[in-house]
T-cell receptor, first 111, second 117 residues
């Protein structure tokens, strides 16, 4: 069975500071990893996925299979980054659409 | 494009009752997945419907059942409600049959907040 762990429930940084939201997973196969974000009073939406290897809103995430991690990073946090962030895993193949989510990290960026 | 729409937004039921939640997928999507999100937790996968059939299921009892209609909309039914069923129920739609999930991420609705008293 797969599992996603986000060790920090709350994370506070100041504007302009680097930010890293941690995500660790356990899965024996080749997973697909995602970061979803939920801004205040908005629906859950996809931020980025590891297979695209893109930067969205200045955020990047690298899949480290050796450490089974998929940490989300941004070099200079902005106030508008304040939101709830969820790391999620898809076992892939026929289980596409069945995401396993972590508990989420609330990021607060102070001015 | 209205995206994924869910109804109702809030619902209060009594223990033992039955409830039906509804979801309309994003235009062009053919697959609907349902998730339960308890307070302070991440969403948990309930089941997924494609071509009007349950395609895969999470670790939820048979009290949770669903249906998908020819227009791709979906219903989630919960029988014999328990206090522990109180949660936010999220519907997510996607397009199956693409070469990989890369081209069709899940799109979530705003959810239905169910309170069981």
């Amino acid at each position: 069975a797969q599992r996603v762990t986000q060790p920090e429930k709350l994370l506070s940084v100041f504007k302009g500071a680097p930010v890293e939201l941690k995500c660790n997973y356990s899965y024996s196969g080749s997973p697909e990893l995602f970061w979803y974000v939920q801004y205040s009073r908005q629906r859950l939406q996809l931020l980025l996925r590891h297979i695209s290897r893109e930067s969205i809103k200045g955020f990047t995430a690298d899949l480290n299979k050796g450490e089974t991690s998929f940490h989300l990073k941004k070099p200079f946090a902005q106030e508008e980054d304040s939101a709830m962030y969820y790391c999620a895993l898809n076992a892939g193949g026929t289980s596409y659409g069945k995401l396993t989510f972590g508990q989420g990290t609330i990021l607060t960026v102070h001015p | 494009d209205a995206g994924v729409t869910q109804s109702p937004t809030h619902l209060i039921k009594t223990r033992g009752q039955q409830v039906t939640l509804r979801c309309s997928p994003k235009s062009g999507h053919d697959t609907v997945s349902w998730y339960q999100q308890a307070l302070g937790q991440g969403p948990q996968f309930i089941f997924q419907y494609y071509e009007e059939e349950e395609r895969q299921r999470g670790n939820f009892p048979d009290r949770f059942s669903g249906h998908q209609f020819p227009n791709y909309s979906s219903e989630l039914n919960v029988n014999a409600l328990l206090l522990g069923d109180s949660a936010l129920y999220l519907c997510a739609s996607s397009l199956l049959g693409t070469p990989s999930s890369y081209n069709s991420p899940l799109h979530f609705g705003n959810g239905t907040r169910l309170t069981v008293t």
